[in-house]
């Protein structure tokens, strides 16, 4: 596919635009004052493949997060920052990589400039962080509610701000929780700026319906070549997001190595218990780096053949299961040696 040509931005040293990769983004859920709780899932978003990381900086007290975050993991770190100027200044100075502001609700256009230069000062870029739920009360009135377009001229609104006084270096988001008005939203965005793109589906909701929204709204964009980073917002464990977000990548092709699973949905032929030994199987390989697909396939009629482009699978039979490799069949095993041996298998690859 091609992708939308934006100029580059550096974030703590991986850059989005131009022709980088799609970097994911997650967030702390930790709160701001458990510092050692926050340390460690920071250390396992960056295990799971996260490579930004975000956290909420609501007060001073909540710098002391900056200086334990950055030593722990070695992903550039980004202060989310509500209201208080002050607090973006502190942040910066703290050592963050990235900031993400509102500029319309942080005061006066001296307020403004003075976040601009620390920022300037330090190399750090700045995300506008556009949201449907807290758009300024003349465009909402202009448009009657959140709409694609409203985003578009609250994002050109805060993008002008920044731009008086001769800042660029910067990220542009226009999250809303209906997915139709994102995609909208990111589609204009798209055609009257360069500036790298940051996709998401806000308030997304719980693990199964927000990764579908997700999927959906950030999966669209991604194959119309749109998009320079993106965070698979989740009310669940962040980890999670990271993992959604590898896969929707995958996906639509933007993603090479690892593991991926293919499994049949089940029928009256199945013999096994499919649906239990694919999500064994899915676990297994989720943090593989060897670039093979694994089928699990519950049909030994059908199955090799349906899954010959498999480096490795298995087909359930009466309590057994056939081994193969790209169609081909490797061996029988009883139905209680199929995980084992199919693990076997994949250490051989």
């Given at each position: ?8 931005v ?22 701001a004052?458990?510092i ?5 899932q ?6 799971a493949?996260?490579?930004i990381?975000?956290?909420a ?20 770190l980004?202060?989310?920052i ?25 005061g006066?256009?001296e ?17 506008i962080?556009?949201?449907g739920g807290?758009?300024?009360k ?9 709409t694609?377009?409203?985003l578009?001229?609250s994002a050109q ?47 997304a909701?719980?693990?199964?319906m ?11 964009l991604?194959?119309?070549?749109i ?11 962040p980890?999670k ?43 297994l ?23 010959r ?8 039979g009466?309590?057994c ?10 061996r ?9 041996a ?5 250490e051989?690859?």
């Amino acid at each position: 596919m091609q992708r939308r040509h934006t100029r580059v931005v550096d974030v703590g040293g991986v850059k989005l635009g131009g022709d980088h990769p799609i970097a994911i983004q997650s967030m702390l859920s930790t709160p701001a004052t458990d510092i050692a709780g926050s340390v460690e899932q920071a250390k396992a978003l960056q295990t799971a493949g996260c490579e930004i990381l975000r956290a909420a900086i609501p007060n001073m007290e909540a710098m002391a997060l900056i200086p334990a975050i950055k030593k722990a993991v070695d992903i550039p770190l980004v202060a989310d920052i509500h209201f208080d100027y002050r607090l973006a200044i502190a942040a910066v100075e703290a050592g963050v990589d990235k900031v993400r502001i509102n500029p319309g609700n942080i005061g006066s256009n001296e307020r403004v400039k003075a976040v601009v230069d620390a920022c300037r000062a330090r190399r750090v870029p700045i995300r506008i962080g556009v949201n449907g739920g807290s758009l300024e009360k003349e465009i909402l009135q202009k448009y009657g509610h959140p709409t694609a377009q409203a985003l578009v001229e609250s994002a050109q609104y805060h993008i002008s701000l920044l731009e008086r006084f001769d800042f660029e270096d910067i990220v542009i988001s226009l999250k809303s929780s209906n997915v139709q008005t994102m995609y909208e939203a990111y589609r204009l965005m798209s055609s009257c700026c360069d500036y790298p793109l940051h996709l998401g589906v806000t308030e997304a909701g719980t693990e199964r319906m927000g990764t579908i929204k997700n999927a959906v709204g950030i999966g669209s964009l991604l194959l119309c070549g749109i998009g320079d980073t993106l965070r698979v917002s989740l009310t669940a464990d962040p980890v999670k997001e990271v993992y959604a977000a590898r896969d929707i990548l995958k996906t639509v092709g933007l993603r090479q190595g690892g593991a991926e699973v293919i499994s049949c949905p089940t029928c009256g032929r199945t013999q096994i218990d499919l649906i239990g030994l694919a999500e064994q199987v899915t676990e297994l390989v989720r943090d593989m780096d060897k670039p093979i697909t694994v089928a699990v396939m519950g049909c030994a009629v059908n199955g090799p053949g349906e899954a010959r482009e498999a480096d490795i699978g298995v087909a359930g039979g009466d309590g057994c299961g056939l081994l193969f490799s790209h169609g081909k069949i490797l061996r029988k095993v009883p139905e209680d040696q199929i995980l084992p041996a199919l693990i076997e298998e994949i250490e051989r690859l």
